[in-house]
């Protein structure tokens, strides 16, 4: 079968490799729908993990798949079940590092019974949707991190998927007074259609002024304006935007950073300390994984796939999660 991996930095190959087959713990799945990740885009660009290795390491790790076969051993799940993934849970790593990635027709999960790996889905949840739960569930624990409160106003620093999955939370848990933050109108289009309270571009905006419009001002050391909003979830990853969010937060708001900065950022502590502001990184998912799941059955997720393609077009696929003016959530159907 073929399997995506990558061999270099920038360099990624289908290779054919043997069809896998489960040891006595361990179950196959039938991959049916693969998100590409922005940091499949980013494991591209390094060579690997963080950067080349000795092996060429798989890729895809955002997927639903049905259950094909099962070692002599599972008791847990039974061929047929349609499912989605934990890839991280009972050390498979699928796609993060592990010798296994779901960009490929077949994918093994190995100690199934260990628990946490697998979460049947209903029927009326469509296998694309379903493909969605990985990355909904980096966006719940970005929310989660954040500390947000009833009555609380967010603002979001970047639409892309993750983005826009912590606004698509934010709005089934009941808050409406979500400010989003991106550079690209195709992106920011997606989020209104998942329902922010307000879009702003950078280009064209003062970011700032607006959120002090929308959100209110507040007030620093009697005499210096800060936005009112109450929490900020960094999923940008562009840089200075940490510095800017301490500058201009009012005091008491809270930052959670969920967008990975490969390099050092700035920080004025004096700041951050006179503020009191409370900032918190995220990462993963929440400790109940099956929660994405119930959630993917409330939330209308549809307006995020914007593009779907075979596995043998994985390069064209690649091209267009790389170009925000086109690119909501691009899944991969092996």
């Not at 591209?44 to 051993?73: C, T, Y």
């Not at 093994?108 to 029927?123: E, H, M, Q, S, T």
């Not at 940008?236 to 969010?245: D, K, Q, R, W, Y």
């Amino acid at each position: 079968m073929l399997q995506l991996r990558i061999h270099a930095p920038g360099e990624v190959r289908l290779d054919d490799l043997p069809t896998p087959e489960p040891g006595p713990r361990d179950a196959v799945l039938r991959v049916q729908a693969c998100g590409i990740c922005g940091s499949d885009l980013g494991y591209i660009k390094l060579g690997g993990l963080a950067g080349p290795q000795p092996e060429p390491m798989p890729l895809g790790h955002e997927f639903s798949a049905v259950v094909d076969r099962v070692g002599a051993e599972v008791r847990s799940i039974v061929p047929g079940t349609r499912v989605v993934v934990n890839p991280l849970a009972a050390g498979n790593n699928i796609g993060n590092g592990g010798d296994v990635g779901a960009f490929s027709p077949e994918v093994l999960v190995r100690n199934v019974d260990a628990g946490g790996a697998l979460f049947p889905i209903p029927d009326e949840l469509s296998l694309e949707r379903a493909a969605l739960a990985e990355p909904l569930g980096v966006g719940m624990q970005a929310v989660d991190r954040a500390g947000v409160q009833p009555g609380d106003k967010v603002v979001i620093f970047g639409a892309g998927p993750i983005g826009l999955m912590a606004l698509a939370t934010l709005r089934h848990r009941g808050f409406g007074d979500v400010a989003i933050v991106d550079l690209s109108d195709h992106r920011l289009g997606i989020a209104t259609a998942l329902g922010a309270g307000a879009t702003l571009n950078p280009s064209r905006d003062d970011v700032w002024k607006r959120l002090r419009d929308i959100h209110g001002a507040a007030m620093f050391l009697d005499f210096i304006p800060c936005a009112g909003s109450d929490a900020y979830i960094e999923a940008s990853g562009a840089p200075n935007v940490i510095g800017e969010m301490i500058n201009q937060a009012r005091p008491g708001a809270r930052i959670s950073i969920v967008a990975l900065h490969r390099t050092p950022q700035p920080v004025d502590f004096s700041i951050f300390m006179a503020k009191q502001l409370t900032m918190a990184g995220s990462m993963a998912y929440p400790e109940d994984y099956a929660a994405t799941v119930r959630a993917l059955l409330e939330i209308d997720l549809s307006p995020m796939i914007t593009h779907q393609f075979p596995l043998a077009r994985i390069d064209e696929a690649l091209a267009v999660a790389r170009d925000p003016e086109r690119a909501g959530k691009v899944l991969v159907l092996p």
